[in-house]
């Protein structure tokens, strides 16, 4: 059964930290390209970062290039979003998903997970 269990989300305060998870079975986490998104109230949800099958590449949105770093650990089926810097801004719902498309049409390829709430108090 394929499942994608996103984790690490919580409240903290402006310019804090925080580093998610992705937790992932039932396909083959090796041969996809990962990536986050975030889904605010109200708005669509957005690309935050991207990373290759090996690890060795990686792409960011604008909002949040040089603050947010993925990673993956393909011995453990599992992609990792470390956030610093925090903003108000950042206040979502994040969630994981092998992708497939082309920037900026990126697109989730199995069913969405129940994500995991960041609030980010300012």
């Known amino acids: 059964q394929v499942q994608l269990v996103e984790s690490g989300g919580g409240l903290v305060q402006a310019g804090g930290s925080l580093r998610l998870s992705c937790a992932t079975s039932g396909f083959t986490f090796s041969r996809a390209v990962m990536a986050w998104f975030r889904q605010a109230p109200g708005k669509e949800r957005e690309f935050v970062a991207t990373i290759s099958q090996s690890g060795d590449s990686t792409e960011y949105g604008d909002s949040v290039a040089g603050r947010f770093t993925i990673s993956r650990d393909n011995t453990k089926n599992t992609m990792y979003l470390q956030m610093n810097s925090l903003k108000a801004e950042d206040t979502s719902v994040y969630y994981c998903?092998?992708?497939?498309?082309?920037?900026?049409?990126?697109?989730?390829?199995?069913?969405w997970g129940k994500g995991t709430l960041v609030t980010v108090s300012s």
């Open positions: 998903n092998p992708i497939g498309g082309s920037r900026p049409n990126y697109y989730g390829i199995l069913s």
